[in-house]
T-cell receptor
């Protein structure tokens, strides 16, 4: 059974810092890993999708890496800003050739202080 | 291109009632999945629909059901509501079944009193 864990559960940093959010999964048989952002009371915004054959993806100040063999993914945020404050969720894509689902971690709540 | 839309955004129901939530996927997307989000359990998979067929189902009781229409729009229904069904229900759409990026709607906040 796939389990996804995110550490830390909460993080508070001053503006401008570079930071790393961690995600680990127990079953390496994933077809992709997706990072999301969720603002309070809102839906999920997709940030980055890494296919199982890829090692990393970049979008602006965000960089996500994937190491299937060790069951780990990291989300790197460069030069953090107060607007980055949100909960960040990683989700492992699992399933067969006909169907899939996302298994989510509990999230890391990030606060960036001005 | 319009995003995933969900209606209604907020609902208040009484125990024992039933409720129907609606989801319209991104144009061209054929797969729709539903998730329940609660503070205690986090995000949990409910079911996935593709081509009007349920392809996968999470570990939820039979009171939770859904369907998908020929235009890919989907509805989920919860019968005999319980207090524990209070949650944010999120719908996600993707182009196809496996390996595609999932895009989420704003959710429907259901409160059961």
């Amino acid at each position: 059974k796939q389990e996804v864990t995110q550490i830390p559960a909460a993080l508070s940093v001053p503006e401008g810092e570079n930071l790393v959010l961690n995600c680990s999964f127990t079953d390496s048989a994933i077809y992709n890993l997706q990072w999301f952002r969720q603002d309070p009371g809102k839906g999920l915004t997709s940030l980055l999708l890494i296919q199982s054959s890829q090692r990393e993806q970049t979008s602006g100040r965000l960089n996500a890496s994937l190491d299937k063999s060790s069951g780990r993914s990291t989300l790197y945020i460069a030069a953090s800003q107060p607007g980055d404050s949100a909960t960040y969720l990683c989700a492992a894509g699992t399933g067969s050739s006909n169907t899939g689902k996302l298994i989510f971690g509990q999230g890391t709540t990030l606060q960036v202080k001005p | 291109k319009a995003g995933v839309t969900q209606t209604p955004r907020y609902l208040i129901k009484t125990r024992g009632q039933q409720v129907t939530l609606s989801c319209s996927p991104i144009s061209g997307h054929r797969s729709v999945s539903w998730y329940q989000q609660t503070p205690g359990q986090g995000l949990q998979f409910l079911f996935e629909y593709f081509s009007e067929t349920q392809r996968n189902k999470g570990n939820f009781p039979g009171r939770f059901s859904g369907r998908q229409f020929s235009n890919s729009r989907s509805e989920m229904n919860v019968s005999t509501l319980e207090l524990g069904d209070s949650a944010l229900y999120l719908c996600a759409s993707s182009f196809s079944r496996v390996g595609y990026e999932q895009y989420f709607g704003p959710g429907t906040r259901l409160t059961v009193t």
